[in-house]
């Protein structure tokens, strides 16, 4: 069964800085996909980045860019010039690229942001 | 606009009480989920389904129904057989291969 773990529950920055955030996870599949999703207070679960495991480059946008180190099954997210607005839960997340998985997504536990002006 | 929607946002209810939580979506999207978060945790998978008619447990199905008689719709029963429904619980669609938009969830509390 695959995993995900975030092993971070708690991070802090100061704005306009740049933090952080560890993901790894476990699976024997070579076809999946990986994600991160940011949950502000309203609790809307947001999506941030993609990853596809077939592409080696890294997936970015905007301020947000990700290291995806798939040897060492580690996908982590990088957050520029972090904003008030950057603060919330954010969580990596697996889906498995086998239509008979149904496309769910597996997650970790999730790190919360916070933002120091 | 196209998106999910989840009613009610706020859902309270008794022991021994069966209760509903809708999820609607307008995205043509074929996949619908249901996770549910409890504080410190990540989601967890109730029920999905692929295509109408057809759905499929999660990790944690104990307790909770579903159906999914219309494209658009993936309704969620927490039955009086799960222990702790006390829970923020999120809805989802998906086309194949994409990402899952979520909905703004209904948070359950029981009295």
């Known amino acids: 069964a695959q995993t995900v773990t975030q092993s971070q529950p708690e991070m802090s920055v100061q704005e306009a800085e740049t933090v952080t955030l560890s993901c790894t996870y476990d699976?024997?599949?070579?076809?999946?996909?990986l994600f991160w999703y940011k949950q502000p207070p309203s609790r809307q679960m947001i999506l941030v980045i993609r990853?596809?495991?077939?592409?080696?480059q890294n997936a970015t946008e905007n301020r947000f860019s990700v290291n995806f180190q798939k040897a060492a099954k580690s996908f982590s997210l990088k957050i520029s010039d972090s904003q008030l607005g950057d603060a919330a839960m954010y969580f990596c997340a697996y889906r498995s690229g086998l239509y008979n998985q149904g496309g769910k997504l597996i997650f970790g536990q999730g790190t919360e942001l916070s933002v120091k002006p | 606009d196209g998106g999910i929607t989840q009613s009610p946002k706020y859902l309270f209810r008794k022991e021994g009480q069966n209760v509903t939580l809708s999820c609607e979506q307008n995205l043509n999207h074929d996949a619908m989920y249901w996770y549910r978060q409890d504080p410190g945790q990540g989601l967890r998978l109730i029920y999905y389904s692929q295509i109408v008619n057809d759905f499929q447990k999660g990790d944690i199905a104990e307790g909770y129904s579903v159906s999914r008689e219309k494209k658009e719709s993936f309704p969620l029963t927490v039955t009086s057989a799960q222990k702790n429904p006390t829970a923020f619980y999120l809805c989802?669609?998906?086309?194949?291969?994409?990402?899952?938009?979520f909905g703004p969830g209904t948070r359950l509390t029981v009295l």
């Open positions: 990853q596809e495991a077939y592409k080696q």
């Open positions: 699976t024997s599949e070579s076809d999946y996909y």
């Open positions: 989802a669609s998906t086309l194949p291969g994409n990402e899952q938009f």
